[in-house]
Structures are given as structure tokens and as C-alpha cells.
């Protein structure tokens, strides 16, 4: 008497396995779906990084990306830290996809959040 899976039983199983190793990776770190920030567009005129953006990373993203913070290891403290780490294009995938700041933490204005996202895909200049 033969135990365990026939090859067709083996691949069956596969679609399985890949199904649910999606879903244990789409937890509480996946997109939610009323995010409206997937299609970013650099904005005329473009958001000022010394005149606006730099003063929402520092009210929303330095508390855990600056000195002491949970996330010090990437620091987002000024313009040269985020460019110079190559840290644009993380944290423009972050935003669109609603996941930072996270949920638990203080949530910048649609407004503030469509500037950052803004500054970011049009290059994160240092304006």
C-alpha cells in the first residue's frame, strides 16, 4: 500500500502552497483597498521641499526615522538623508500604498500627504 501523493496530487498542491504563502504576506501590511494614492503624478507646480515637505516628514515621519526612533536606521531627517540613502522610491511605495505613517500613528492631511507624494514623484528635488 502506497502512502503520501501521486506527481498530479504533488502539482495540485503547488497552486495551494503559492496561495497561501500570498496570503500570510498580505497581513496587516498590505494595501488597503480604499488607498486612492496608486497613480501619483508630479503636480504643476511642484510641492517645495523647504517650504512644505520638509516640515511633513519632520511632523510625521522623523519620530520613528530620526535620532532615537524605532526606525533610526533610516534616517529621513533631511534631504540629503533621503537622497543620498536612495530612501525616494521606498517611501513613495510606502505612501501609495497607505502604509506609512502607520495606522497607530499621527496620519498627515490628504493635502500633506498628496504634497509629499508629489514632491517624491517628481524626483524628491531639494527645492
Known amino acids: 500500500m502506497r502512502t503520501g501523493l501521486s506527481a498530479a496530487g504533488r502539482l495540485l498542491r503547488l497552486p495551494l502552497l503559492l ?3 500570498v496570503l500570510v504576506t498580505c497581513g496587516p501590511d498590505a494595501t488597503p483597498p480604499n488607498c486612492p494614492y496608486m497613480q501619483p503624478v508630479c503636480p ?10 520638509s516640515a ?8 520613528c526615522h ?7 536606521n533610516r534616517p529621513f531627517v533631511t534631504w540629503q ?10 517611501m513613495l511605495q510606502q505612501l501609495i500604498a497607505c502604509r506609512m505613517p502607520p495606522s497607530d500613528a499621527p496620519q498627515p492631511s490628504d493635502a500633506d500627504r498628496q ?6 514623484t517628481c524626483g524628491h528635488p531639494n527645492n
Open 44 to 53: 504643476d507646480p511642484q510641492p517645495s521641499y523647504a517650504g512644505q515637505v
Open 115 to 120: 504634497a509629499l507624494i508629489g514632491w517624491l
Open 81 to 90: 538623508d533621503i537622497d543620498s540613502h536612495a530612501y525616494a522610491g521606498p
Open 56 to 63: 511633513i516628514i519632520q511632523t510625521y515621519c522623523v519620530g
Open 66 to 72: 530620526g535620532p532615537g526612533g524605532l526606525e533610526s
Open 19 to 21: 496561495a497561501s504563502l
